[in-house]
C-alpha cells in the first residue's frame, strides 16, 4: 500500500534525486523543452513550477530562494528577466507534458515537458487575425491604385513649386536694379584704387 506516500524517489537516493531535478529544471529553464521519461517529467513539474510561481515577485529574497534550489546563476537570470515576465498572467500550470512513445532500450514510456508560454504552435497569440478582411474582393486593388495616383500627384506638386523657386531665384540676380547696383559698386572701387 501506498499511503502518504507523496514523493516518487525515482530510484535514488536523496541528495541524487535533488541533484538531478535541480539540473533538469535548470536544462528546461534554458532550453524551453526537455525530453525525458514520464516518471521524471511527472516529478520535475512538481519541483520546477513553484520556482516559477516565486519568480513573479523580483526581490532579493525571492532570488535567493530559487538560487537555492537550482545553483545556477545564469539560469536564475534568465528565469527572472525573461520567463517571469511571460508567465506573470498565469496562475499555475507553467508546464506541459506531452507524450512521446517509447524508448527502444528499455521501452520506458517517454515525454516532452516543455514551459506552456514559449510554444508558438499551441498558443493563442499567433492565431488572432490582425487585418479584417472585406467580401468585396476588389477593393483593396482600387486602394492601391488611388493611392498611388494621390501620391504621384504629390511629387508632381512639390517639383512644380521647386522648379518656381529656382526661377523666381535666377529672376531676382538678373534684374536691372540690381545690374545697376553693381556697376555702381565696381565703380566705387576703381575709384577708391585710384585714390591710393
Request: glycine share 4%.
Amino acid at each position: 500500500m501506498r499511503h502518504g506516500n507523496k514523493v516518487n524517489h525515482l530510484g535514488r537516493k536523496t541528495g541524487h534525486r535533488k541533484a538531478m531535478l535541480s539540473n533538469m529544471a535548470c536544462s528546461l529553464i534554458e532550453h524551453k523543452r526537455i525530453t525525458t521519461t514520464i516518471a521524471k517529467a511527472k516529478t520535475l513539474r512538481v519541483f520546477v513550477e513553484p520556482i516559477l510561481t516565486k519568480a513573479k515577485t523580483d526581490s532579493t529574497h525571492s532570488r535567493r530562494v530559487v538560487f537555492s534550489y537550482l545553483q545556477n546563476k545564469d539560469v536564475v537570470t534568465e528565469l527572472f528577466r525573461e520567463i517571469a515576465p511571460k508567465i506573470a498572467e498565469r496562475n499555475g500550470g507553467y508546464t506541459r507534458i506531452i507524450r512521446t512513445g517509447y524508448r527502444l532500450g528499455d521501452n520506458a514510456e517517454m515525454c516532452m515537458i516543455e514551459l506552456v508560454d514559449f510554444n508558438e504552435l499551441y498558443s493563442n497569440e499567433s492565431s488572432k487575425k490582425t487585418t479584417r478582411r472585406s467580401r468585396r474582393g476588389g477593393s483593396t486593388a482600387k486602394k492601391t491604385e488611388s493611392t498611388v495616383e494621390v501620391s504621384n500627384e504629390t511629387n508632381e506638386v512639390e517639383e512644380a513649386v521647386q522648379d518656381a523657386v529656382v526661377v523666381e531665384e535666377t529672376t531676382e540676380e538678373t534684374t536691372p536694379e540690381s545690374n545697376e547696383n553693381s556697376s555702381e559698386d565696381d565703380s566705387t572701387e576703381e575709384s577708391n584704387q585710384e585714390d591710393k
